[in-house]
């Protein structure tokens, strides 16, 4: 069964996201996530390299938004030929670890990748978290979406829903 976290058909959703770019560490890169009227999220901007740039993203605001048993994470999107990634959150701080798995959606479909949790890797500000503990996916509490691997330029990720199976 799968439960969404979030339906990009309401207009309204995205209210409960914000950027979090480079710019938190002096670079220039800017990013959104905004409705478009055909139904979807998208979730664009520009990744710029300068001033030690490099990465842009979004979050969602704190919630309870875990399921016990969860076993993948799943979004259904259609983008561009970027990389992206995909963070869940176990905790309501801003600068705390994310647990990431990388996705590369389909130019000209809109597909549903199924990201499995065991596939979520613990991050902190860009690097790797030796050691850290197995995400728990009934405590997940914040989501977010991001560009980053010094992938320059302008970027567009249509989203249509993020869910747990």
């Not at 979730?43 to 490099?54: I, P, T």
């Not at 990431?100 to 597909?111: E, G, L, N, R, V």
């Not at 996916?137 to 977010?144: K, L, M, N, S």
Request: glycine residues 10%.
């Amino acid at each position: 069964m799968v439960i969404d976290l979030f339906d990009f058909s309401d207009p309204h959703a995205v209210d409960a996201w914000r950027a979090i770019d480079d710019r938190v560490m002096g670079g220039m890169s800017r990013s959104r996530l905004r409705h478009d009227l055909a139904g979807h999220a998208v979730f664009e901007g520009e990744v710029l390299l300068a001033q030690n740039g490099g990465f842009a993203s979004v979050r969602s605001d704190s919630g309870e938004r875990g399921r016990a048993g969860a076993t993948a994470c799943l979004v259904e999107v259609r983008g561009d030929t970027k990389q992206f990634k995909l963070s869940l959150l176990a905790d309501d701080g801003f600068d705390s670890v994310n647990y990431q798995a990388s996705f590369a959606p389909d130019i000209h479909h809109w597909q549903t990748i199924s990201l499995p949790i065991t596939s979520f890797r613990a991050s902190f500000r860009g690097r790797d978290v030796p050691g850290a503990r197995a995400l728990d996916p009934a405590r997940i509490r914040q989501v977010g979406l991001m560009i980053a691997g010094r992938q320059s330029g302008p970027f567009a990720l249509d989203i249509r829903r993020i869910g747990l199976a």
